[in-house]
């Protein structure tokens, strides 16, 4: 594949750092252009994040040049740009497929609205009082939390929110759902669960205010809050659509993690 997309941040030495990576991609033969069929991004996690968003129904490949900070997301750093594109134009590479999930948001004047994440949806108090959501687990059995909000991670994102918020995090990406309160309120009248709650990434979650405190909430999908009025209701599943990434030959995640976060 030789067309080529770069998408970058905005920061200050943004448009430097775009034209030195397109050089080293047009001298291997590359053409980069805006629709590519790889795209090659330069940033941090927020970035990549944003790549994914605008262009996973294109279905590219996507691959990670980090000039943030953590940089979770990318296995090479800015400063790796030679032997990325060395990595390209050669074919020493391997194609990771990773799950996208889809969040359904239903207002109260009854209109729905989606949006897919990949990292993590979070359900958030509105000023400073906790929230009382039911949480019903493929139509089934109901959990009831008390709590300043709910994280609902994937393996891939568990070391984000869901990390900060005492939850697992996954070595293996074995394909779950993780469900976590953050900072709970627990006594003789709230007894929702202490613990992270396992669930497999295909298991439809809905939650809801509690019955009886409907107290206001936010939804954030991968660090964006989505602009909706009033959302009554939030229903998670497993998209139809997935995003695919590059990594070199000698990766291993379990080993990325623990050098990311640990």
């Given amino acids: 594949m030789k067309r080529i997309s770069i998408y970058n941040n905005y920061s200050s030495n943004h448009q430097h750092r775009r034209n030195k990576v397109s050089k080293l991609l047009k001298d291997a033969g590359f053409t980069p252009?805006?629709?590519?069929d790889i795209v090659v991004v330069i940033g941090g996690d927020g970035t990549f994040l944003s790549a994914v968003r605008e262009r996973y129904k294109d279905n590219p490949y996507f691959i990670g040049l980090n000039?943030?900070?953590?940089?979770?997301?990318?296995?090479?750093?800015?400063?790796?740009s030679k032997k990325l594109v060395q990595l390209l134009a050669q074919n020493r590479y391997d194609v990771i497929e990773y799950p996208l999930y889809e969040v359904e948001i239903t207002q109260k004047n009854g209109f729905t609205q989606k949006e897919i994440f990949f990292n993590d949806i979070s359900i958030e108090r509105i000023g400073t009082t906790s929230i009382h959501l039911d949480a019903t687990i493929n139509r089934t059995g109901k959990l009831?939390?008390?709590?300043?909000?709910?994280?609902?991670?994937?393996?891939?994102?568990?070391?984000?929110?869901?990390?900060?918020?005492?939850?697992?995090?996954?070595?293996?990406?074995?394909?779950?759902?993780?469900?976590?309160?953050?900072?709970?309120?627990?006594?003789?009248?709230?007894?929702?669960?202490?613990?992270s709650m396992l669930l497999n990434d295909t298991s439809i979650i809905e939650i809801e205010p509690?019955?009886?405190?409907?107290?206001?909430?936010?939804?954030?999908?991968?660090?964006?809050?989505?602009?909706?009025?009033?959302?009554?209701?939030?229903?998670?599943?497993?998209?139809?659509?997935?995003f695919k990434v590059i990594r070199s030959k000698n990766f291993n995640y379990g080993s990325h993690v623990i050098e990311k976060l640990f």
């Fill in 33 to 36: 252009m805006s629709n590519g």
């Fill in 144 to 195: 009831q939390y008390s709590v300043d909000g709910l994280v609902i991670s994937t393996a891939l994102g568990s070391g984000a929110y869901n990390m900060s918020s005492n939850g697992p995090v996954s070595l293996d990406l074995t394909p779950t759902l993780l469900m976590t309160g953050v900072s709970q309120v627990r006594n003789k009248i709230y007894r929702g669960p202490l613990n």
């Fill in 67 to 80: 000039s943030g900070n953590l940089g979770f997301f990318s296995e090479f750093q800015y400063s790796d």
């Fill in 210 to 242: 509690g019955f009886k405190k409907k107290r206001r909430f936010r939804v954030v999908a991968d660090g964006r809050e989505v602009k909706c009025r009033q959302p009554q209701k939030v229903k998670i599943t497993k998209s139809k659509f997935t």
